[in-house]
């Protein structure tokens, strides 16, 4: 390249703007893998609780129905009404489905562009 003093401004300009270019392209490059890895580790920690909650669902689960079964002196019908009270747990999740979409798709939303 000439020396700075040789240079007319066109090409000062011209490399001006390509060192713009540049670096919001590299801002961007950035931005984005800053958003995709919170994400990312977002949907890993949601997993791990996940896991995590069902386990103590499904333990939890067996306790109830073994209490229930000794507190009215019949497993079967202890792990009976234990399932029962399971199913109307998920009839409950069920119908109130979409407010509970439209609530994690908010979270998700509100997490992305934080």
Same mark, same amino acid.
């Given at each position: 390249m ?12 011209a490399?001006?703007?390509? @060192?713009l270019?540049?670096?919001? +392209?590299?801002l ?18 949601? /997993? ?6 069902? /386990? ?5 689960? /067996?306790?109830?129905? +073994? ?10 019908? @202890?792990? /009976? ?10 009839l409950?999740?069920v ?13 998700i939303?509100?997490?992305? +562009?934080?």
């Amino acid at each position: 390249m000439a020396p700075a003093e040789e240079r007319n401004p066109t090409d000062q300009l011209a490399d001006d703007v390509t @060192g713009l270019v540049q670096t919001y +392209y590299k801002l961007t490059l950035v931005t984005a893998a800053k958003k995709s890895s919170g994400a990312a580790s977002s949907v890993i920690v949601a /997993l791990v609780i996940a896991a995590f909650l069902l /386990l103590m669902i499904l333990f939890g689960g /067996l306790a109830m129905g +073994y209490w229930l079964g000794n507190l009215i002196s019949n497993m079967a019908l @202890g792990y /009976l009404l234990t399932a029962g009270f399971f199913l109307l747990i998920t009839l409950i999740l069920v119908l109130s489905r979409k407010k509970l979409f439209s609530y994690v798709r908010n979270i998700i939303v509100r997490k992305i +562009y934080e």
